[in-house]
Structure formats: C-alpha cells, structure tokens
C-alpha cells in the first residue's frame, strides 16, 4: 500500500506556544493590540478543542468580545460529532495563512496542540487513512477486555510507541494499533522514515513558567470557574444528543471525558479535584512536547513584565520576516 509523505511550505508567521492555562490568549491579544499600529495580525488557533461549535466553556474558548478585537481562525468550525485531524489542520492553516499574507497582515499561530504545531513544522508522516471497521473492531475490544488489552497488544507489537504513551490513552493507542492493523508495520516506523524538513520553522514564543506550583494554581483557578460558570450543563447538553456518545474525540478532550464519565455514573462529588489532575497531567505532556522545540525562545511567564519581553520579541520578529 504506497502511503505519499507532504512537506508543508509554512508562509511566513510568528507562533506562540505554552501549556494549557498558562496565559496564551492575553498574550495573544496583548501582542496583536502592540502591533497593530504597523501590521493588523491575525490569530490562528492551533488548538484541537477551539475547533468545535458549543464547547465553549471546558475549552476556556476565546470571548466573543476577544474575538471581535482580533480576528481569529478555526475556532467553532466543526460539530462535535465530527473528526478534525492534524492533516486537516495543516491543510486550513496552509490556506489561511496565504490569505492573511496576501491581505498584508501578519499571521499569528497560537495554541498548545503540540501535535498540530509538529504536523505543520516536520510535515505528516505518511500514514495509512482510518478503516472504520477495524475501528469499531478495537472499540468492540476495549468494551469486552479493557483499555488495557489494547496496551499490552501495543506493548507487543510496537513497544516503541507503547513507552511514548500513557496507558489510558485510548485515543491513540487505538489509532497506533488501527495503523498496524492496516498496515502490518509498526506506527513508529512510519514515524522513523518521515523526512526531516532541511528550513528552519518560524519563530516561536513559548510561554513557560519557572514555578509548577503557579500554572497548577491557575489551573485548579480555571476549572473551578467552569464548573460556575456551568460546564456540568454544558456537558449535559451533549449528553441528549443523540449524534454524541462519549467516546468521539471532541468528548475526549480534557474536562469533557471527566464530566461524562461523572454524569454517567452519577459521581459528581469530586469533579472538579478529577478534571484538575487531568488538565495537569496534560501540562505536564504540553511541557514535555515544548522541550523538544530546541528552535523556541522560551519566556518565563510567571515573572514580572512578561507580557513587555513578549511584545517586544513580536515587534524584532516582525521586522525580520518577509511579509512583502
């Protein structure tokens, strides 16, 4: 089966990336509002929850008023029921920052998909399409064995990826094992022969903070304001639709599979202390992902006149790209 590799050719833009809570979009808008006086930028969210219409308030999704001060993209662009993948998000954002550019603004990528960054820095390996049937064979497996069996096969059969994941990953262990169900030959080893991109990527802020215990503070901070501000019913919602179940991807992300879970068992009671330890173990994978962008310039987060080094960095990087 002949699988064709794509290197993306990424126009000129600037990217700002940081884990989840850490402040990106004040950031974002802060370095839009400082630069607008010589280029009107325009945000493009690399974000794999952003995308979808309804889920709003467990994605911290941008105000309607912080999206009529700047433009933003590809946010609320899919129903929950449907599939939004890096190679689509390559493909948008390909097309959207040529548009930008050609409007003679500047293009700003923001967001802690890291995955989504890596498709659009190093290109997609060339992986074999989804097979709905040999994935509803291993969502058949994982109702009558467990998630666990799915690992321990993965153990078995690429062990290379089986230590990159996390045991309850089901989302990607599934697809791991759906490739080599397909395939024959290991997700790893698709990942092994992908060409390595000879240009540099463009420039990249990473927002990091010095201290874990503050962005954990700001986390438990974030989700107690969801759960006022309703995420219990937000969830609910989607619940008693009947085009939604729990285990499609938009119902996965962080916060979302917590309440499901919660509301379908009837376990509310420590909710919110559940979807904490999730969002922080995700920091933790967004932090991970962030050390192996040796190309970014970090910029602690957590320390006084954050937001002036981060404009000032925007301004230098600017004037370097070739906008014209």
Same mark, same amino acid.
């Given at each position: 089966?002949?699988?064709?590799?794509?290197?993306?050719?990424?126009?000129?833009?600037?990217?700002?990336?940081?884990?989840?809570?850490?402040?990106?979009? %004040?950031?974002?808008?802060? $370095?839009?509002?400082?630069?607008?006086?010589?280029?009107?930028?325009?945000?493009?969210?690399?974000?794999?929850?952003?995308?979808?219409?309804?889920?709003?308030?467990?994605?911290?999704?941008?105000?309607?008023?912080?999206?009529?001060?700047?433009?933003?993209?590809?946010?609320?662009?899919?129903?929950?029921?449907?599939?939004?993948?890096?190679?689509?998000?390559?493909?948008?954002?390909?097309?959207?920052? #040529?548009?930008?550019?050609?409007?003679?603004?500047?293009?700003?990528?923001?967001?802690?998909?890291?995955?989504?960054?890596?498709?659009?820095?190093?290109?997609?390996?060339?992986?074999?399409? &989804?097979?709905?049937?040999?994935?509803? %064979?291993?969502?058949?497996?994982?109702?009558?064995?467990?998630?666990?069996?799915?690992?321990? %096969?993965?153990?078995?059969?690429?062990?290379?990826?089986? +230590?990159?994941? &996390?045991?309850?990953?089901?989302?990607?262990? +599934?697809?791991?094992?759906?490739?080599?169900?397909?395939?024959?030959?290991?997700?790893?080893?698709? #990942?092994?022969?992908? &060409?390595?991109?000879?240009?540099?990527?463009?420039?990249?802020?990473?927002?990091?903070?010095?201290?874990?215990?503050?962005?954990?503070?700001? $986390?438990?901070?974030?989700?107690?304001?969801?759960?006022?501000?309703?995420?219990?019913? %937000?969830?609910?919602?989607?619940?008693?639709?009947?085009?939604?179940?729990?285990?499609?991807?938009?119902?996965?992300?962080?916060?979302?599979?917590?309440?499901?879970?919660?509301?379908?068992?009837?376990?509310?009671?420590?909710?919110?202390?559940?979807? $904490?330890?999730?969002?922080?173990?995700?920091?933790?994978?967004?932090?991970?992902?962030?050390?192996?962008?040796?190309?970014?310039?970090?910029? $602690?987060?957590?320390?006084? #006149?954050?937001?002036?080094?981060?404009?000032?960095?925007?301004?230098?990087?600017?004037?370097?790209?070739?906008?014209?």
């Amino acid at each position: 089966m002949p699988f064709v590799f794509e290197m993306p050719v990424l126009p000129p833009c600037l990217c700002l990336v940081g884990p989840t809570a850490c402040g990106k979009t %004040e950031f974002a808008l802060s $370095i839009a509002k400082a630069l607008e006086s010589e280029k009107k930028v325009e945000i493009i969210s690399v974000d794999s929850a952003l995308v979808y219409r309804g889920m709003d308030i467990g994605t911290a999704k941008p105000s309607a008023r912080e999206r009529a001060e700047v433009v933003h993209h590809l946010i609320d662009i899919m129903e929950p029921s449907q599939a939004y993948s890096a190679a689509c998000f390559v493909q948008d954002t390909l097309q959207l920052t #040529h548009d930008i550019i050609v409007r003679g603004n500047l293009p700003l990528l923001v967001g802690g998909t890291m995955l989504y960054f890596k498709a659009l820095f190093d290109g997609l390996a060339p992986m074999p399409p &989804a097979d709905p049937s040999v994935r509803e %064979e291993l969502s058949r497996q994982i109702h009558r064995q467990g998630l666990a069996s799915l690992y321990q %096969e993965l153990q078995r059969v690429d062990p290379v990826t089986a +230590q990159r994941l &996390a045991p309850n990953d089901s989302q990607r262990i +599934q697809r791991a094992l759906e490739v080599y169900h397909i395939s024959g030959q290991a997700w790893s080893e698709f #990942h092994r022969r992908q &060409a390595r991109p000879e240009r540099p990527p463009p420039p990249i802020l990473s927002l990091e903070p010095a201290q874990r215990s503050w962005l954990h503070e700001r $986390i438990a901070q974030r989700l107690q304001g969801m759960m006022h501000q309703g995420l219990v019913e %937000e969830v609910r919602g989607f619940m008693q639709r009947a085009d939604l179940h729990a285990d499609l991807p938009a119902m996965r992300c962080v916060g979302y599979r917590q309440t499901w879970e919660a509301l379908a068992t009837n376990q509310l009671d420590g909710l919110t202390d559940r979807c $904490i330890v999730a969002t922080r173990q995700l920091a933790k994978r967004q932090m991970t992902w962030l050390r192996g962008m040796s190309s970014r310039q970090t910029l $602690i987060c957590d320390e006084g #006149h954050a937001l002036t080094r981060a404009m000032d960095w925007a301004r230098r990087q600017m004037h370097l790209l070739p906008l014209s």
